[in-house]
């Protein structure tokens, strides 16, 4: 099946004749010019016709691209691959002028080789880059040059350098790979975050505070009533806290949980409620004004909690978060009694609540986020404190310990020489201030990691300070053995009896250090401790010896 124009093959036959493609001879038609060809040229000549042919091919492909001049003789294709189709066209690229002139006795830069170029020109080989004169094997390495002689590893031709241009080339000592800068792209997506989160924690601050001036406005038209209050007060319908436990007391069996279920059947208007001093009709009151700062969502068409997903049943029971009106359970997860601040504009809860009200967890986290940030800075963790305290004795150690260091060299020198016991008395009261810092800096490491983890990031934290407070021990405490000894002829047994005492804290302490590398597996930590511990028993028995 064919489709438009039809072709006719008459219209491409020549009418004028045709010419032979070996020898040029006029032919007028096609099939003159194939018993032209099968008369006149036999197998022998088409062979010869096409090795010519094949031969003018190979010329063309040879051809550089970038200069005018053909070669005269064919590549050897089995030679080494040159990045250049001439050393012409290299030259003619990256600049010369800062080429190292030719003496006739120069010999290679390179500070190991000693070999004369320049003889003959035989292993002679100028760096591209730097100029300088190197034979051929010190200039065996390439990197990409532009017209200038730089580095341009995107655009420039590779040119023989020395190893130190090659070396000291840019991205030559990275160890990063390729990075991509997304910090601009981190900081814009986090400036729109951070401005939702702003505006979302201000506009639950303003549904806090009407809140607070309805269960306000509400309880001071029943003041008049003082039973009434004081009945509100003993039942716990109200929980006036200023700490911020009462945001996360839970209590599911509240007043404010109750009006979910007793509102559906009945209302402020209802004949059997009293409007002056029932309890019941005050929460009511109570959800009228909640239902006018926030639209509550139809509890008939939630089956189960937006947040755990479990079924509501008549135990599991459906509570309005009066923040945003979603339909949740009464577990402290999901939702909490929170107290009712009638301004929030401040950063702490110094002010009486005038009321609680319950919300969802997410309003609760964002309406109360200023709040809590202020708290907690104000009140850290446990961790926090103790590792502060560990940071100021690791400080005290650092301080002490070159002071400690140059006694010992001190003490080391004079050993041919006259001691004299004012120095090593020196010696001696720092090394006890610093087995001090010591004990007490392994006292707080242990408090750290006897503290309760409450997530699997604290747990990891306090591992990690452990290990890290270990090996600093380890690292530091082994240098205060090098303490010398001075031996006098009648030694005091006082002083005997305190340097004795050092010695046992000193294998407490080091007993203590095999156990924990032990139970960690750090088998050569093992070995230099128990090593060490050998040479301290050693000295507690020529001191028990002396002694006795």
């Known amino acids: 099946m064919t489709t438009g124009h039809q072709y006719n093959y008459q219209d491409y036959v020549p009418t004028e004749g045709v010419f032979c493609p070996?020898?040029?001879?006029?032919?007028?038609?096609?099939?003159?010019?194939?018993?032209?060809?099968d008369r006149e040229h036999s197998e022998e000549d088409s062979k010869g016709a096409l090795l010519s042919w094949l031969r003018n091919a190979q010329k063309k492909v040879s051809t550089s691209l970038t200069t005018?001049?053909?070669?005269?003789?064919?590549?050897?294709?089995?030679?080494?691959?040159?990045?250049?189709?001439?050393?012409?066209?290299?030259?003619?690229?990256?600049?010369?002028?800062?080429?190292?002139?030719?003496?006739?006795?120069?010999?290679?830069?390179?500070?190991?080789?000693?070999?004369?170029?320049?003889?003959?020109?035989?292993?002679k080989q100028h760096c591209r880059k730097c100029?300088?004169?190197?034979?051929?094997?010190?200039?065996?390495?390439?990197?990409?040059?532009?017209?200038?002689?730089?580095?341009?590893?995107?655009?420039?031709?590779?040119?023989?350098?020395?190893?130190?241009?090659?070396?000291s080339r840019k991205g030559y000592m990275d160890h990063g790979g390729v990075t991509r800068d997304k910090t601009s792209i981190l900081l814009s997506k986090r400036v729109k975050i951070i401005d939702k989160v702003h505006l979302e924690s201000n506009r639950l601050e303003k549904r806090l505070e009407k809140l607070a001036r309805i269960h306000l406005s509400t309880d001071s038209k029943?003041?008049?009533?003082?039973?009434?209050?004081?009945?509100?007060?003993?039942?716990?319908?109200?929980?006036?806290?200023?700490?911020v436990q009462s945001i996360s007391l839970d209590r599911s069996d509240s007043a404010s949980s109750r009006d979910s279920s007793l509102g559906s059947i009945l209302s402020p208007k209802s004949s059997f409620v009293s409007s002056n001093n029932s309890i019941l009709s005050m929460k009511l009151k109570y959800r009228d004004g909640e239902q006018s700062v926030t639209k509550w969502e139809d509890d008939k068409l939630v089956k189960k909690c937006p947040y755990c997903e479990s079924t509501f049943t008549l135990i599991n029971r459906k509570h309005h978060c009066r923040l945003c009106g979603k339909v949740v359970c009464g577990n402290i997860r999901c939702s909490k009694m929170i107290p009712l601040y009638v301004d929030m504009s401040s950063d702490t809860f110094d002010t009486e609540p005038v009321g609680d009200t319950r919300a969802c967890c997410h309003c609760v986290r964002y309406a109360f986020r200023r709040k809590l940030l202020n708290e907690q800075s104000q009140n850290p963790s446990v961790i926090f404190r103790l590792y502060n305290q560990l940071a100021i004795t690791r400080k005290n150690i650092e301080n002490q310990l070159p002071k400690f260091h140059q006694l010992i060299l001190a003490l080391e020198k004079e050993k041919a020489l006259n001691r004299t016991s004012e120095s090593f008395l020196r010696a001696s009261q720092i090394r006890k201030s610093l087995l001090d810092n010591f004990a007490l800096y392994d006292t707080l490491v242990k408090s750290i990691k006897?503290?309760?983890?409450?997530?699997?990031?604290?747990?990891?934290?306090?591992?990690?300070?452990?290990?890290?407070?270990?090996?600093?021990?380890?690292?530091?405490?082994?240098?205060?053995?090098?303490?010398?000894?001075?031996?006098?002829?009648?030694?005091?047994r006082k002083q005997l009896k305190q340097q004795l005492e050092t010695y046992l804290e000193q294998t407490r302490l080091v007993e203590g250090f095999i156990r924990d590398a032990e139970r960690e597996g750090k088998y050569d930590d093992v070995k230099t401790?128990?090593?060490?511990?050998?040479?301290?028993?050693?000295?507690?028995?020529?001191?028990?010896?002396?002694?006795?």
């Open 22 to 37: 070996i020898c040029q001879a006029p032919c007028v038609s096609l099939q003159d010019l194939n018993n032209h060809l």
């Open 450 to 492: 006897a503290l309760p983890a409450r997530s699997p990031c604290m747990k990891r934290l306090q591992t990690n300070i452990c290990a890290a407070s270990n090996i600093y021990l380890q690292q530091n405490m082994l240098p205060l053995q090098m303490l010398p000894r001075i031996l006098k002829e009648k030694p005091e």
């Open 68 to 123: 005018k001049s053909v070669p005269k003789q064919w590549v050897d294709l089995s030679s080494n691959p040159s990045f250049f189709v001439s050393d012409q066209q290299q030259s003619e690229y990256v600049t010369q002028d800062h080429w190292q002139r030719e003496t006739g006795n120069d010999k290679c830069q390179m500070p190991e080789c000693t070999k004369i170029v320049g003889k003959s020109g035989a292993g």
């Open 529 to 548: 401790l128990k090593a060490s511990l050998e040479e301290l028993h050693g000295e507690i028995e020529n001191l028990r010896a002396k002694l006795d």
């Open 222 to 243: 029943n003041s008049h009533n003082g039973h009434f209050v004081n009945d509100r007060f003993n039942n716990g319908l109200l929980s006036p806290s200023s700490s």
């Open 131 to 167: 100029g300088k004169l190197f034979c051929a094997f010190h200039t065996q390495y390439e990197i990409r040059l532009n017209r200038q002689a730089q580095h341009d590893p995107e655009n420039g031709v590779w040119c023989k350098v020395c190893m130190g241009c090659y070396v």
